[in-house]
């Protein structure tokens, strides 16, 4: 279970604490994509690693110990880092909506008309 994070700031106005939010919100997903991207870069080493190794096995008509025990070849991994990138967009999108609910919240008119200026600007 993955642990609950909180923000806090103290500013002398929602929009300025809002953009604090936002430069940590650009910071956290930076580096989730700087993370993603040394993941893709392993899975795809991996991936040349695994097909060295088969050719070689190949080459040489030896069975592996893993497929000589168990009778069946080991199943590939699942790609992490595509996960990562639609975890990283599914972020991006929850902080647009949630700096849009606090612009809501804040502003003077109604919902129904802030609901309807941002279905226009999209």
Same mark, same amino acid.
């Given at each position: 279970?993955?642990?609950?994070?909180?923000?806090? /700031?103290?500013?002398?106005? /929602? @929009?300025?604490? /809002? $953009?604090?939010? =936002? &430069?940590?919100?650009?910071? *956290? !997903?930076?580096?989730? &994509? +700087? =993370?993603?991207?040394?993941? /893709?870069?392993?899975?795809? =080493?991996?991936?040349? $690693?695994?097909?060295?190794?088969?050719?070689?096995?190949? @080459?040489?008509?030896? @069975?592996?110990?893993?497929?000589?025990? *168990?009778?069946?070849?080991?199943?590939?991994?699942?790609?992490?880092? $595509?996960? !990562? *990138?639609?975890?990283?967009?599914?972020?991006?999108?929850?902080?647009?909506?949630?700096? &849009?609910?606090?612009?809501?919240? +804040?502003?003077?008119?109604?919902? $129904? *008309?802030? !609901?309807?200026?941002?279905?226009?600007?999209?």
């Amino acid at each position: 279970m993955a642990s609950p994070v909180i923000f806090l /700031s103290a500013e002398e106005s /929602s @929009q300025a604490a /809002s $953009a604090g939010f =936002i &430069q940590e919100m650009r910071q *956290t !997903l930076q580096k989730a &994509q +700087e =993370i993603t991207q040394v993941i /893709s870069e392993a899975e795809s =080493i991996a991936e040349d $690693a695994t097909k060295f190794c088969e050719a070689i096995q190949a @080459q040489h008509l030896v @069975q592996s110990k893993k497929l000589a025990l *168990t009778g069946k070849p080991q199943a590939a991994a699942v790609p992490l880092a $595509a996960s !990562l *990138t639609r975890e990283i967009q599914a972020s991006v999108v929850w902080t647009q909506s949630l700096l &849009q609910m606090c612009n809501i919240a +804040e502003s003077p008119a109604s919902v $129904a *008309t802030c !609901l309807e200026n941002s279905d226009r600007a999209r």
